[in-house]
């Protein structure tokens, strides 16, 4: 009898100890209910951390100040960097659901339709040609002849802005003062205009 008690306190402590545990950003305990209301109701969604227990509570339009010298180096755009311009990088995770199925999945002229307007919103708001690049190919081959893409030199943007495997693809604004902008996971194209607009009246 002793035996059994024993069992049924030992599993009784591994299923606490094993429940998803939620933090946010700063590594902050968050209840449950806030993270599901959270992701609910704003622009935030979760992500599992590296710790299988934990999830993450991200919010996906973070905005900040970096130095922008070694972002505009890593991409070959010193010269972009004095002339005032802006950095554009739209960044790829790797193939994923998200990026993978739905009605523009695999539709080349969607392809070139966002890219053609990504290129005239670089030239109307004072920014650099967009820069492409990915953590992992696999899945790019569609969008060969369309948009050439890059790995992500030296997992710099990565380390900085794409932390967490957020799914379909990113963004990230760079203004040569350092404000930056971004939108965390899947976003609708005209939000990189939107984010260069306020960058260039800060």
């Known amino acids: 009898m002793k035996y059994f008690l ?6 009784a402590s591994w299923t606490s100890q094993a429940q998803t545990r939620y933090r946010d950003e700063l590594g902050r305990s968050v209840s449950k ?11 935030y969604f979760g992500v599992p951390s590296e710790d299988p227990e934990v999830m993450m509570l991200i919010y996906r339009m973070p ?3 970096v130095e922008p010298g070694p972002f505009y180096e890593k991409l070959g755009k010193s010269e972009e960097l004095k002339e005032g311009k802006s950095l554009i990088v739209i960044f790829y995770p790797g ?10 999945a695999n539709d080349r002229r969607y392809f070139q339709k966002t890219h053609d307007y990504l290129m005239k919103v670089a030239a109307k708001r004072n920014a650099s ?9 696999h899945g790019l081959e569609k969008y060969q002849g369309i948009i050439s893409w890059m790995p992500d030199p030296d997992g ?3 380390q900085e802005f794409f932390k967490f495997p957020y799914p ?12 930056y902008r971004s939108i965390l996971g899947e976003f609708p194209n005209n939000q990189v205009d939107q984010a260069l607009k306020i960058l260039n009246k800060n």
């Open 6 to 11: 024993f069992l049924i306190l030992l599993l």
């Open 95 to 104: 193939k994923d659901e998200c990026n993978s199925t739905g009605d523009n």
């Open 156 to 158: 710099v943007f990565e």
């Open 129 to 137: 040609e967009p820069d492409y690049i990915f953590k992992n190919s």
């Open 168 to 179: 379909c693809r990113s963004f990230v604004v760079i203004h040569p003062s350092g404000e």
């Open 33 to 43: 209910d806030e993270f599901q209301n959270k992701i609910l109701n704003g622009p």
């Open 63 to 65: 905005f900040g100040k």
